[in-house]
């Protein structure tokens, strides 16, 4: 294991995590934790679409998954994901869940922090009938892929070290439905520039 740093502000913070001998992309460290049991399936398509996502802004991800992870992370060296609610196939969110975002990023006094929260009930709601009564294999693909969008977009923040938003279906302020369930989606050029500054 080496110390690499190749971008400058937060980035370099989070990339002061770990470069693996060999790996021909930086990885982007993610500390995830889940409040209820993730599906499994559904959990290594998330990976494998964050993956292709992560790709053209030249990362790949390495993900400790935790009991526990600290409520706040001013100092850390990697990215901490709070996953929140049912993040499984079992039992879809069939009511309108009260909180309407599907994930954010922690900011306190202005400045952003390296730690993400995702709405699996929100996410589950959105989509709605897309998974339910379906397929397993084929909602657990659907769901794995909406969980990694919604990470993506947060990710974006973090790693551009910015509030804003793109004009890209993944980075616009709102992620729709329809970019949830696209067959595939990506940061486009802008967003990818942004995040190599
Ligand atoms: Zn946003």
């Given at each position: 294991m080496r110390i690499c740093s190749l971008f400058g502000g937060l980035a370099a913070v989070l990339l002061a995590g770990v470069c693996w001998p060999h790996d021909p992309l930086p990885s982007v460290v993610l500390f995830?934790?889940?409040e209820?049991?993730?599906d499994k399936k559904a959990l290594w398509h998330m990976q494998q679409e964050l993956d292709s996502i992560l790709a053209?802004?030249?990362f790949k991800t390495a993900w400790v998954i935790a009991p526990e992870i600290p409520a706040t992370c001013r100092d850390c060296h990697l990215t901490n994901i709070r996953f929140l609610g049912r993040c499984?196939?079992?039992r879809p969110a069939r009511e309108l869940v009260s909180a309407n975002w599907l994930g954010r990023t922690i900011t306190s006094e202005g400045e952003l922090f390296p730690f993400v929260e995702v709405n699996c009930n929100?996410?589950?709601w959105l989509l709605g009938i897309a998974i339910e009564d379906r397929q397993p294999a084929w909602s657990e693909?659907?769901?794995?892929?909406?969980?990694?969008?919604?990470?993506a977009h947060e990710l974006y923040h973090v790693l551009a070290n910015t509030k804003g938003h793109g004009a890209?279906?993944?980075t616009r302020k709102q992620l729709s439905r329809e970019a949830l369930l696209a067959q595939h989606l990506s940061f486009d050029m802008e967003d990818i520039a942004r995040i190599r500054r």
């Open positions: 995830a934790h889940f209820t049991s993730p053209p802004a030249g499984d196939i079992k929100r996410i589950e693909q659907v769901l794995g892929r909406a969980f990694a969008r919604v990470l890209s279906l993944l």
